[in-house]
C-alpha cells in the first residue's frame, strides 16, 4: 500500500488530525518533541524524515541552527510553505525519504510519531538512509508508540474518523497495536523487542526509552 497520508489526506485535513480534543493525545504530541529538545544545544543541523506541513519543524525551529524537513506529498509541502512563513531557519522539501542521497550532513535525523510505520518501505532502509544522512557522533531519533498509550491511540483513531480524516475503524480487525480502517489503511506499531532488533542491525550504539508512557524511543549515535 503506497502513502496512504500522501494519498488520502490533504494538507487541510492532516493539519485537522492534530487539532485534537483529546488532552491525553497533546500531551503525548508535546512530549515527543520535548524529548527532542532537551538534547538540542541550538547549534545542530536537523533533518526530520516524513515532515508533513512542518508541524515538528515549527516547533524545534527555535532550539536548533537549522531545520530541513522532507515530505513526499507536495500538497503539504505547499501548505507548509504558508504554516512555515516568518521561520527562517526551516525549509521543507517535496522528497521521497526512501531516495535520499545525503551524506553526513546532519547532526540530528528525526522521524517521530510512529514514522517507520507511517513511511511506506522497510523501515531498515529507512534507518540506514537517516544514518548515512548523520555526521559522526550525529544521533537518530525513532519514536513508535507505546503499548501503555493503546486506549487513547485508539480513542485518537476514532476521533479522526469521525471527522472523516481516516475510514471508519474496524474493530473485529483492530487489536495488538494494529489500526485497521475499512478503506484499507493499516496503522502499525513497533514493539521494544522490534526496536531492540533494528537497533542491533544497524551496528551503531543505540538505546531505547520510553516517553510519558505514549511512546518508545529508539535513539541511535553514527
Same mark, same amino acid.
Given at each position: 500500500?503506497?502513502?496512504?497520508?500522501?494519498?488520502?489526506?490533504?494538507?487541510?485535513?492532516?493539519?485537522? /488530525?492534530?487539532?485534537?480534543?483529546?488532552?491525553? /493525545?497533546?500531551?503525548?504530541?508535546?512530549?515527543?518533541?520535548?524529548?527532542?529538545?532537551?538534547?538540542?544545544?541550538?547549534?545542530?543541523?536537523?533533518?526530520?524524515?516524513?515532515?508533513?506541513?512542518?508541524?515538528?519543524?515549527?516547533?524545534?525551529?527555535?532550539?536548533?541552527?537549522?531545520?530541513?524537513? /522532507?515530505?513526499?506529498?507536495?500538497?503539504?509541502?505547499?501548505?507548509?510553505?504558508?504554516?512555515?512563513?516568518?521561520?527562517?531557519?526551516?525549509?521543507?522539501?517535496?522528497?521521497?525519504?526512501?531516495?535520499?542521497?545525503?551524506?553526513?550532513?546532519?547532526?540530528? /535525523?528525526?522521524?517521530?510519531?510512529?514514522?517507520?510505520?507511517?513511511?511506506?518501505?522497510?523501515?531498515?532502509?529507512?534507518?540506514?538512509?537517516?544514518?548515512?544522512?548523520?555526521?559522526?557522533?550525529?544521533?537518530?531519533?525513532?519514536?513508535?508508540?507505546?503499548?501503555?498509550?493503546?486506549?487513547?491511540?485508539?480513542?485518537?483513531?476514532?476521533?479522526?474518523?469521525?471527522?472523516?480524516?481516516?475510514?471508519?475503524?474496524?474493530?473485529?480487525?483492530?487489536?495488538?497495536?494494529?489500526?485497521?480502517?475499512?478503506?484499507?489503511?493499516?496503522?502499525?506499531?513497533?514493539?521494544?523487542?522490534?526496536?531492540?532488533?533494528?537497533?542491533?542491525?544497524?551496528?551503531?550504539?543505540?538505546?531505547?526509552?520510553?516517553?510519558?508512557?505514549?511512546?518508545?524511543?529508539?535513539?541511535?549515535?553514527?
Amino acid at each position: 500500500m503506497g502513502n496512504y497520508y500522501a494519498e488520502k489526506l490533504n494538507a487541510s485535513k492532516l493539519f485537522e /488530525v492534530y487539532q485534537t480534543n483529546i488532552p491525553r /493525545v497533546k500531551q503525548y504530541l508535546e512530549a515527543e518533541v520535548a524529548r527532542v529538545t532537551e538534547d538540542l544545544t541550538g547549534q545542530e543541523k536537523v533533518l526530520e524524515l516524513g515532515a508533513g506541513y512542518g508541524r515538528i519543524l515549527k516547533t524545534l525551529a527555535p532550539f536548533a541552527r537549522n531545520i530541513t524537513g /522532507v515530505e513526499i506529498s507536495s500538497d503539504s509541502v505547499l501548505f507548509g510553505k504558508e504554516y512555515l512563513q516568518g521561520v527562517t531557519n526551516c525549509s521543507l522539501k517535496i522528497m521521497d525519504a526512501f531516495k535520499l542521497k545525503y551524506e553526513a550532513e546532519f547532526d540530528v /535525523v528525526l522521524c517521530l510519531q510512529n514514522g517507520l510505520s507511517a513511511i511506506r518501505g522497510e523501515p531498515m532502509d529507512l534507518v540506514n538512509i537517516a544514518l548515512r544522512s548523520l555526521v559522526p557522533g550525529g544521533r537518530a531519533y525513532f519514536s513508535t508508540y507505546s503499548a501503555a498509550f493503546w486506549e487513547q491511540r485508539l480513542a485518537w483513531f476514532m476521533e479522526q474518523a469521525g471527522k472523516n480524516l481516516l475510514g471508519e475503524i474496524d474493530m473485529e480487525l483492530t487489536r495488538n497495536g494494529q489500526i485497521v480502517c475499512k478503506d484499507g489503511f493499516v496503522a502499525r506499531t513497533f514493539s521494544h523487542r522490534d526496536l531492540e532488533n533494528i537497533g542491533r542491525k544497524s551496528r551503531c550504539r543505540y538505546h531505547i526509552e520510553e516517553v510519558d508512557g505514549s511512546s518508545l524511543f529508539l535513539i541511535m549515535e553514527k
